[in-house]
């Protein structure tokens, strides 16, 4: 396996056994996500966007195959192993921004520091870069629901990236958002993917945040299938 | 197993903090504890008062001498001669002259009106020797004077003028076809003696028909606590059929009956605590549904279930804490010192106040803990099985 390599997912599949129903989202997947990468992850509804990005994110677990990140297996991990795990590897970004709305932006920022060893001056450092990145160095102690959608998707962006993570996963990250906030949001993926070298996966239905990533892979019914989008 | 506090927490915090998202509902499930304390505290307030009052009025330097069987002073009967006999027992303190110090005494019911119910109560009466007065501890005429001997006179306990109309120092007042002149008030420092009224020993004997006859004689005990040599004195002679106590057993036991108002209001607050507890429960699972999402999210970040579930216990601790401290609180403020009184033992009316001790208090709390945790445990658990993938999931 090459050193570039940062996700390998070999013969994966995923059943969700509903009463009698067996739903079968990915039978025998194989794909691979290199150092690096900004990848945008198409497809219909129901396709299992979602449920590929929960196990990239080791948030939910494959019924089938193997999941190697950076060099060791995350697919048979115990439920607190894979919470140690994303606290120290992933920075989650989702549709709804999901920030904890009693918190102020930097104090939501600062909860996935808890969960390292920062002492609290080392904290409010990583936590000012953060939002600085973001360009809400003047919201810090602003709380969500005095802030603009946008702005609150920026202050999540800021929380995920605080602990510098490899990796980050972006659920439809400015579905929420009108065109220009979203143009917004997806530069600043952008520079984090350049600049920060931060590979980044992110789930969209809009062909027009997919032109930010590097590339696109398109998912239908659980296989990715070949769809020059992006010409 | 870094921050593992820290984000214990946090977590904690971000509870409490979301609580004004459910104010009513929390506040409901504070209410409802609150009730449950205070009604708890209400009546042990009222059985550790009581207890109170009879604990502090027997004393273990005075024996009681009742007749075999009479249970109380006043089914008790003992002749002139019984007493007289009884005297000559060992184990009795003498005075300076060498006779022994004692006081036979009657007890006989009066009828008076309750003060706030205007309903008609048994008083009991005793008929005392002004010798008898000085086997009474924290003894004192607090207005008037003490009764002289020979007359319709009476000294009324502070606890009696307090609760019944009609006993102010001056006053005639009838019991039956006899009048009697109120000439003084006494207190004990809050014992059960205070709930009577004294007149002269001859005088009630004459005016209640009881001939020559006593109905107790207390005794001044040589030995605190002794009553040894006045049992086998009494045993040793066939024509004294007699029990002898000390005074503080003889009240500690007549107190026993009331234990029973502890029980009844520790039954009563757990079955209206099952009714908070559900309460509680559903207060919280209500509060684990609607933070799901964010629970579900602080898991992805990396946040332990342990973190989640000690946020919901928390969360439940807090709201029953504070609705303990307010029914405690509400408590204290209604019922810690009110005055009540009740049927003693003796079917008369023992003038008592209600008494919340700092271990009454605790207790409460420690009803409201219980409830905070149980109804926060089950709810915490299903909070630590919130599945993570909720947090991709769109408002619900
Ligand atoms: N927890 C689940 N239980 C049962 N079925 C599920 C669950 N999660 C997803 N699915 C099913 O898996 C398929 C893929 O879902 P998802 O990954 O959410 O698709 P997408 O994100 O592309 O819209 C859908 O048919 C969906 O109904
Ligand atoms: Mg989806």
Redesign the pocket.
């Known amino acids: 396996m090459s050193d570039d390599i940062l996700f390998d997912l070999k013969g994966v599949s ?1 059943k ?3 009463g009698k129903d067996t ?1 079968t ?1 990915f039978d025998g997947l194989d794909m691979s996500i290199a150092r690096g990468d900004f990848l945008a992850i198409m ?12 196990m990239l994110g080791g948030v ?1 677990q494959p019924t089938g195959g193997e999941i190697w990140f950076d060099g060791s297996r995350i697919d048979s991990l115990s439920e607190n192993q894979l919470a140690a795990w994303r606290a120290n590897n992933i920075g989650f970004i989702f549709q709804f921004y999901n920030l904890m709305p009693m918190l102020n932006a930097e104090r939501n920022v600062e909860l996935p520091l808890l969960l390292t060893k920062l002492s609290r001056s080392q904290r409010k450092k990583n936590i000012a870069a953060a939002l600085e990145l973001v360009s809400l160095s003047d919201r810090a102690r602003h709380m969500p629901a005095e802030m603009s959608g946008g702005q609150q998707q920026r202050v999540a962006i800021a929380r995920a990236l605080v602990s510098d993570p490899k990796l980050m996963l972006c ?2 990250p400015t579905g929420d958002l009108d065109r220009e906030t979203a143009d917004e949001i997806l530069s600043m993926l952008q520079l984090l993917n350049r600049e920060y070298d931060k590979t980044i996966v992110m ?1 969209t ?1 809009d062909p027009e945040a997919a032109k930010y990533a590097k590339r696109t892979l398109h ?1 239908d019914k ?1 296989v990715f299938v070949e769809k020059d989008l992006a010409a | 197993m870094a921050g593992f506090f820290s984000q214990i927490w946090t977590v904690i915090v971000m509870n409490i903090l979301s609580l004004p998202r459910r104010a009513w509902m929390s506040l409901a499930a504070v209410f409802a504890v609150a009730v449950v304390v205070a009604v708890l505290l209400a009546f042990l307030a009222m059985a550790k008062g009581f207890e109170k009052t009879l604990a502090g009025t027997g004393s273990d330097k005075v024996a009681i001498v009742t007749r075999v069987g009479s249970q109380s002073e006043l089914n008790s009967v003992l002749g002139r001669d019984t007493v007289n006999n009884l005297t000559t027992a060992p184990g009795i303190a003498p005075d300076a002259d060498g006779n022994p110090i004692y006081s036979s005494e009657l007890f006989v019911i009066v009828d008076g009106i309750k003060r706030n119910s205007q309903t008609q109560a048994n008083i009991p009466m005793r008929g005392i020797f002004l010798e008898g007065f000085d086997l009474r501890e924290n003894l004192t005429i607090v207005e008037g004077r003490a009764f002289e001997s020979g007359r319709n006179e009476i000294v009324v306990g502070k606890g009696v003028q307090q609760q019944f109309e009609g006993f102010d120092v001056g006053a005639e007042i009838r019991f039956g076809k006899t009048a009697w002149q109120v000439v003084g008030v006494f207190s004990t420092g809050g014992s059960a003696f205070e709930s009577e009224l004294w007149a002269d020993a001859p005088t009630v004997q004459s005016q209640f028909q009881r001939g020559s006859s006593f109905q107790t004689v207390r005794l001044l005990l040589a030995n605190a606590d002794d009553v040894t040599p006045i049992k086998e004195f009494i045993d040793n002679d066939p024509t004294l059929n007699l029990d002898v106590q000390t005074e503080a057993d003889y009240f500690a036991s007549q107190g026993e009956a009331l234990n029973g108002i502890a029980i009844f209001g520790w039954a009563i607050s757990i079955v209206m605590g099952l009714g908070a507890l559900a309460g509680a429960l559903n207060t919280m699972y209500t509060s684990v549904a609607a933070r799901a999402q964010e629970t579900a999210t602080l898991r992805a970040i990396g946040f332990s279930n342990t973190s989640a579930f000690a946020g919901t216990l928390a969360e439940s601790m807090v709201l029953s804490i504070v609705g303990g401290i307010v029914g405690a609180f509400a408590a204290w403020l209604f019922f810690d010192g009110f005055s009540a009184s009740t049927l003693g033992a003796t079917f008369t009316q023992v003038v008592f106040s209600f008494e919340l001790t700092p271990e009454l208090f605790a207790n409460g709390i420690q009803l409201a803990l219980a409830i905070g945790f149980i109804g926060g445990f089950f709810p915490a658990w299903r909070s630590a099985r919130v ?1 993570v ?1 909720t947090a ?1 999931q769109g408002v619900e």
Not at chain 1, 43 to 54: Q, V
Request: overall charge neutral; hydrophobic content about 35%.
């Open positions: 995923k969700f056994v509903k739903i989202v497809g219909p509804s129901g396709s299992g966007k979602t449920t590929l990005l929960n939910d659920d439809e789930v239905h998912l659980g | 599945p993938v991709f």
